[in-house]
């Protein structure tokens, strides 16, 4: 069920951001719907959405339409009003096949988005986390959508520091990284953006099976990072980078702090990541980690 209403908030929300119907349902990955048009059927039947859709036919029209109202209809449309009904069916059938797709929010849809509105914050920062999970704790919160999520973040960080789950900490520092984004807070975005680099390089624990998959310096991260000093001017990159590297108490040092930032300078302006990565694998963590 939390799937579905997962599902169900992207194609309402996106069409109560202006992009049309054919549109959102080409792009989505209708996993607890069969189809796309199972998907529509759904939100139709549950009044989510109202107005002319699905395939129209001559029979479906007929069975629609009084003769009054199918002459009214072409009328409107400036076309010939005279005829037996099933010469205004064919008539009409091309207008009503052309907008087919017409479906309008209902004021329950609406209320839906406003009630979930937690969603769109999930599907821009937290994916990488149980869906189910996050509505959990949306549910005992008492903050707003923000604060709840910089929480949720926050309990993470904890528990996969006390667990040593260095991949799960590593995610959680993008996701609250993405939740400032999300806030338009961009110099917090790049400060634990920063972070998420500086301990990428310098892992606070690191097993074999992790390490055997494991990318150093993570290119997402890097694109992230490369963006927003690329529009906003923060000042002094080395300063800022010198703070956060205090602020994470890098005491397990693997990549010293003055190579970690000439290599941080060198994969912003463009360098090679996979040449980056093998070069740090060969140097340092390959001795210290006994690969």
């Given at each position: 069920?939390?799937?579905?209403?997962l599902?169900?908030?992207n194609?309402?929300?996106?069409?109560?951001?202006?992009y049309?119907?054919?549109?959102?349902?080409?792009?989505?990955?209708?996993?607890?719907?069969?189809?796309?048009?199972?998907?529509?059927?759904?939100?139709?039947?549950?009044g989510?959405l109202?107005?002319e859709?699905?395939?129209?036919?001559?029979?479906?029209?007929?069975k629609k339409?009084?003769?009054?109202?199918?002459k009214?209809?072409?009328?409107?449309?400036?076309l010939k009003v005279?005829?037996?009904?099933?010469?205004?069916?064919?008539?009409?059938l091309?207008?009503?096949?052309?907008?087919?797709?017409?479906?309008?929010?209902?004021d329950?849809a609406k209320?839906?988005?406003?009630e979930n509105?937690?969603i769109d914050?999930?599907?821009?920062?937290?994916?990488?986390?149980?869906?189910?999970?996050?509505?959990t704790?949306?549910?005992t919160?008492?903050?707003?959508?923000?604060?709840?999520?910089?929480?949720?973040?926050?309990?993470?960080?904890?528990?996969?520091?006390?667990?040593?789950?260095?991949?799960?900490f590593?995610?959680a520092?993008?996701?609250k990284?993405?939740?400032?984004?999300?806030?338009?807070?961009?110099?917090?975005?790049?400060?634990?953006?920063?972070?998420?680099?500086?301990?990428?390089?310098?892992?606070?624990?690191m097993?074999?099976?992790?390490?055997?998959?494991?990318?150093?310096?993570?290119?997402?991260?890097?694109i992230?990072?490369?963006?927003?000093?690329?529009?906003?001017?923060?000042?002094?990159?080395?300063?800022?980078?010198?703070?956060?590297?205090?602020?994470?108490?890098?005491?397990n040092?693997?990549?010293?702090?003055?190579?970690s930032?000439?290599?941080?300078?060198k994969?912003?302006?463009g360098?090679?990541?996979?040449?980056l990565n093998?070069?740090?694998k060969?140097?340092?963590?390959?001795?210290?980690?006994?690969?």
């Amino acid at each position: 069920m939390s799937e579905q209403k997962l599902e169900v908030f992207n194609v309402l929300n996106f069409l109560n951001s202006g992009y049309e119907l054919d549109d959102i349902l080409k792009q989505g990955n209708f996993g607890t719907f069969p189809s796309a048009e199972d998907c529509i059927s759904y939100l139709v039947e549950n009044g989510y959405l109202a107005g002319e859709g699905g395939n129209v036919t001559a029979e479906s029209i007929s069975k629609k339409y009084t003769v009054a109202q199918l002459k009214e209809l072409l009328k409107e449309n400036g076309l010939k009003v005279s005829g037996k009904k099933q010469e205004l069916v064919e008539r009409i059938l091309p207008v009503l096949s052309e907008n087919s797709g017409d479906y309008e929010l209902t004021d329950k849809a609406k209320e839906f988005i406003e009630e979930n509105s937690w969603i769109d914050l999930y599907m821009f920062a937290l994916v990488a986390f149980r869906f189910e999970d996050y509505e959990t704790y949306v549910k005992t919160s008492s903050e707003d959508d923000v604060k709840t999520a910089l929480n949720f973040c926050d309990e993470i960080i904890s528990r996969a520091l006390m667990a040593n789950q260095f991949l799960v900490f590593i995610d959680a520092l993008s996701a609250k990284a993405h939740v400032y984004a999300y806030d338009r807070d961009y110099e917090s975005f790049l400060d634990y953006d920063l972070q998420r680099y500086i301990l990428g390089l310098n892992p606070i624990v690191m097993d074999a099976q992790t390490y055997a998959t494991y990318d150093i310096i993570n290119e997402a991260n890097i694109i992230n990072l490369r963006n927003v000093l690329a529009k906003f001017d923060f000042g002094s990159l080395k300063k800022r980078f010198d703070k956060i590297w205090a602020k994470s108490h890098v005491t397990n040092i693997t990549v010293p702090k003055k190579t970690s930032y000439k290599i941080l300078q060198k994969a912003i302006s463009g360098a090679d990541l996979d040449e980056l990565n093998f070069d740090l694998k060969e140097k340092y963590f390959n001795k210290k980690f006994g690969i």
